[in-house]
């Protein structure tokens, strides 16, 4: 990659241009911190708590037990999974064994999930021992290549008492019955040796972990990231990154070695959440709280506040919807919040307000950042003080990254500062390539002045100061609560309803999710549906942040000459009844 310097006067000065030395494997970054604080706390789940050297030893039993199970380098091993202690120890592990994780959203149906599995040609699958997660599970690996399940049970998890307790009373989560011949985890970590396999990792070249996302297309693809992409992203955070950790000495980089605790509420199979909390955590040697369900308690969001108030966690990697719910909790004002110092912001726009109340509730700073699922994802960051951030925009990008904007009708063309287009992005982060899809990665890749250049499909520009700011969005991707959703893939779902014979889904604006889900439905001749009987369809077919809100049905909904349906009409006539 040609190296420029990204032209601002803004650029803070104490910040490198490039980051150098982050050609590694990504479980370099457990055994550095299990080598130099072996006895400080890594995962902490309701009041338990995991050493860096403890979280070792499991991950290199695992990557023993897979070795010994025939997972060979390069092999896929899906992760199927909330925020659990299990999650590090098991990703670590699969990447020791020079396997690849492959993340799977814990909230999808069997549908989904098999898709997922098969599209991956996963070998092995670790799931929690729940009744739906398992369940779900157990029917989703029909007709797969997985010779292997592992329940994740969190008894041996939970401090002793409370395992005690809830193992008494029934409430600590389990499956109704097990399948013959699925294991346990807590037996095989037992009973393997604490001997990973040798592996010879090539850190740009070998795939880590598979992120499946709807890309331009909505078809679900997934994205090969590699160790590097992860291990240059995590080292760019933390070069980028200058927060006010004491007062007499002013911003500097993130303290190491136990200073920090992270607030895990990004889930862990996205690539926000495992770069930005758990990679990032491990990096500094920091604690990493396990939130399986942010949004728990009465009204929802109660226990994590709780567990702010208990565990002082000083950093909070979130979307904007989670800053929303912060900051208008009913009982915000019970609960002490003043431990948290910096928050990362990303996955889709943070309202200027919301920043401000948050930081004036917390007394946090909160930095803005952009990336998608394809740049693992960090892309860009505003300046992480007041002085210098430009709140509204996504900032400066990483060091080392090149970003820029280029013509919507011709690709190669870079148009010039205050201009808008579609931004591409070149660096260490960009992914290697969707996983089978050729086809995909000739759309999306664009050779320029010689570089490799990703195109996001998001529409922006840069202002004369340097910072980049998203105008609009070239996809039709709808963001709710900062996840990614697809029209074409609810589509395709809801067309499998025998009753539907033309569907629309676009997003529209939404208070609490910044956008939801809304389907336009023309029904089949003679057939009648209702609201809540589509909405029990679309419960049993995918995943909660997917399923349409709102659900209109119509007599027609708009095409084009080619028959091709007009979305953009639709969202159109919603924006035009909010004004």
Known sequence: MNETIWETPFWPEEVARTVTDYHFPVFKFLDDAALNYPDNIFTLFNGATKTYSQVKDTADRIANFLAGKGI??????????PNLPHFPEILFGILKAGAVCVNCN??????????????????MVFCMDHPLFYDNTVKA?????????????????????????GGLLGKIPKAAKHEPGHLMFDEVVAAASPAPPSVDINPQEDTAVMLYTGGTTGVPKGAELSHTNFTYDVMGLYESGRIVQDEARGAEQFYTGGYHTFLGVLPWYHSFGITCALLFATMTGS?????????AGTPPFTEVLKTVQQHKPTVMPAVPTIFVAFANHAHLNQYDLSSLMACFSGGAPLPPEVCRQFEEKTGAIIFEGYGLTETTP???????????RKIGSIGFPLPGTMVKIVGLEDDTRELPRGEDGEIAVCGPQVMKGYWKRPDANEEVFRLIDGDRYFLTGDIGHIDEDGYIT????KKDMIIVGGFNVYPRDVEDILYTNPKVELVAVVGVPDDRSGESVKAF?????????????IQAFCKENMAGYKRPRQI????EIPISNVGKVLRRVLRDEELAMEK
């Open 106 to 123: 814990p909230v999808y149906t069997a549908t989904e999930l098999n898709y997922q599995l098969n599209d991956s040609e996963s070998k």
């Open 141 to 165: 690996i029909k007709n797969t290549q997985i010779e292997t399940v592992v329940v994740c049970n969190i008894k041996s998890y939970l401090p002793k008492f409370k395992a005690f307790l």
């Open 287 to 295: 604690k990493l709280i396990c939130i399986p369900d942010p949004r």
């Open 521 to 533: 439905i023309k029904l089949k001749a003679g057939q009648s549906a209702t609201f809540e009987e």
């Open 378 to 388: 960090v892309v860009t960051s505003n300046p992480t003080n007041r002085e210098t």
């Open 552 to 555: 209109e049905f119509r007599d």
């Open 72 to 81: 060979k380098q390069g092999d896929k091993v899906a992760i199927f999974l």
């Open 470 to 473: 998203i105008t609009d969005r």
